[in-house]
């Protein structure tokens, strides 16, 4: 079946790197998302990547992808207080249809 | 541009009430999703439009919730005689296509039923 799984919280410094994971179960999934929701507000879509990719990279944030252990990471460079958030991974293997983690929440300490 | 709306924003509702939740996508985005956020369930898919072909209801949780999609643009999440576990954030989103990677979504409608 379906399942994405992440862990709940995640605290770091300003200025540190932050690496959030996310397992999933489906390898026919297409594409693999990364969402970010500020409190109060809707998701938004930070990146995502293609399954057949290793690795993408976009300004600050570096996606990584492990097929064989279906393991994807967001990593944060350079992490900022404006970053604290929650952070959903997503899969998406029907043409749309997404299944969400239960979102990891990123706490940024000055 | 309008990205997607949708009202309203919070609705209080009593136990065994009806209610009906707007969602406006993006102008020309064919399709269109509903997704439920409750604390107990996380983010859960719903249901979705593309365009004029059967929608996908597979994620709708009873028989009691129905939505349809007017004119392949707004689109209404009916919830009949609801329930305390209804209670939840209702997310709509909407995309080019079908296909296309990127999902908008909306604020969403808290619901609370008392």
């Known amino acids: 079946g379906e399942d994405v799984e992440q862990s709940l919280f995640l605290s770091v410094r300003e200025g540190d790197s932050s690496v959030i994971n996310c397992t999933y179960t489906d390898s026919s999934s297409t594409y693999l998302y990364w969402y970010k929701q500020e409190p109060g507000a809707g998701l938004q879509l930070l990146t995502y990547i293609f399954s057949n990719m290793d690795m993408k990279q976009d300004q600050r944030l570096t996606v990584l992808l492990n097929k064989k252990d279906k393991h994807l990471s967001l990593r944060i460079a350079d992490t900022q207080t404006g970053d604290s958030a929650i952070y959903f991974c997503a899969e998406d293997n029907q043409g749309g249809k997404l299944i969400f983690g239960q979102g990891t929440e990123l706490s940024v300490k000055p | 541009g309008a990205g997607v709306s949708q009202s309203p924003s919070n609705k209080v509702t009593e136990k065994g009430k009806d209610v009906e939740l707007r969602c406006d996508p993006i102008?020309?985005?064919?399709?269109l999703y509903w997704y439920r956020q409750s604390l107990g369930q996380g983010l859960e898919f719903l249901i979705y439009f593309q365009g004029n072909s059967a929608p996908d209801k597979s994620g709708l949780p009873s028989d009691r919730f129905s939505a349809e999609r007017t004119g392949g643009s707004v689109s209404t999440l009916t919830i009949q005689r609801t329930q305390q576990e209804d209670s939840a954030v209702y997310l709509c989103a909407s995309s080019l296509t079908r296909a296309t990677y990127e999902q908008y979504f909306g604020p969403g409608t808290r619901l609370t039923v008392t």
């Open positions: 102008s020309g985005h064919t399709a």
